[in-house]
């Protein structure tokens, strides 16, 4: 079994009357890229911040490396970096003079965190700009030294808040993939905050749809599909002639099949279950001449459309 890193039992926060955060458990095993996924006001945040300590939770225990977040946030924050949606820097240092401050503050030796800083200037595409100003830097820049920042100190753990915030799509792309990459080279377990639905899908192993302060589902696109889906998830499209009716009930019977249609070319079949290779012989089988297949499974568009728009809950969850 993976070892758990970061670890949620029955978690709430609650102001007032108001759950910002209700019953969240919640387990990201080591070397995990995780999405927490959900509009803004979800409770993400909050999520974070009772992560690293910076926030006590109403109930439940929260563990990050093994540590108990509320009795010992100091030794949680040793282990984990942290990169907010608003991150600062000292503006009239450069960005290796960032870095190098950052190095000191975790009482990191001179020599050791000058070749981890040009290392990782180096990893986000920033060492032209080593010796630039912070207060030069671009949005896109200062998120990508933000990354390099909380990869100073080598953590086991890092959490990014929204780390896409008002970048442009080639700064998002080229910010997704070092994340994506740097997580997996320093073998860190990541966890990314966010309610962009295609940027999680992009580098997520596994994704957490938060609504209302509210886990309603967990795992890979595929089984959110399945779990938020009470209905076939999986579109098989056929292209193939003839299509005699015969044919078409022969696909209906199949098992796995929900729904069968006819479309100018072919066959559009729902399924429960991929078979397409079942499919591909039956029609085979049949006498008529097969010349496309191609599937699509709901994505996270589907989800987002149907949980973050105010659409009611499944009653399971």
Do not use: W
Request: hydrophobic letters at 40%.
């Amino acid at each position: 079994m993976n070892q758990a890193t970061i670890q949620l039992d029955e978690v709430s926060k609650q102001y007032d009357d108001v759950f910002a955060v209700r019953n969240l458990s919640l387990t990201i095993s080591k070397g995990e890229i995780f999405g927490l996924l959900g509009p803004n006001g979800a409770g993400k945040t909050t999520t974070i911040l009772m992560l690293l300590g910076l926030s006590e939770p109403t109930s439940g225990s929260v563990r990050v490396c093994g540590i108990d977040s509320i009795k010992k946030p100091i030794e949680v924050k040793r282990r984990v970096g942290y990169l907010p949606d608003n991150i600062g820097f000292y503006q009239n240092m450069t960005g290796l003079e960032n870095l190098l401050y950052t190095a000191q503050l975790n009482n990191i030796p001179r020599d050791e965190a000058r070749k981890r800083a040009e290392y990782l200037l180096d990893k986000v595409n920033l060492s032209d700009a080593a010796n630039k100003k912070a207060g030069k830097y671009s949005r896109g820049m200062k998120q990508r030294l933000g990354l390099a920042d909380v990869l100073m100190k080598n953590p086991e753990v890092i959490i990014l808040d929204e780390p896409t915030l008002g970048i442009d799509p080639e700064g998002v792309r080229e910010l997704l993939k070092m994340i994506r990459e740097l997580g997996k080279e320093e073998g860190m377990t990541v966890l990314l905050s966010s309610h962009h639905l295609h940027q999680v899908q992009q580098i997520c192993d596994r994704v957490g749809i938060f609504v209302k302060g509210q886990l309603i589902a967990e795992g890979n696109v595929q089984s959110l599909a399945k779990k938020l889906f009470p209905e076939a998830t999986l579109v098989i499209t056929v292209h193939a002639s003839p299509i005699p009716n015969e044919l078409v009930k022969e696909v209906q019977l199949l098992e796995h099949v929900q729904r069968v249609q006819k479309i100018e070319e072919g066959l559009e079949i729902t399924c429960y279950e991929d078979i397409s290779a079942v499919i591909s012989k039956v029609i085979v089988e049949m006498g008529s001449d097969l010349t496309h297949i191609s599937k699509k499974n709901f994505g996270l568009d589907e989800i987002y459309h149907r949980y973050f728009e105010g659409r009611e809950l499944h009653e399971s969850y």
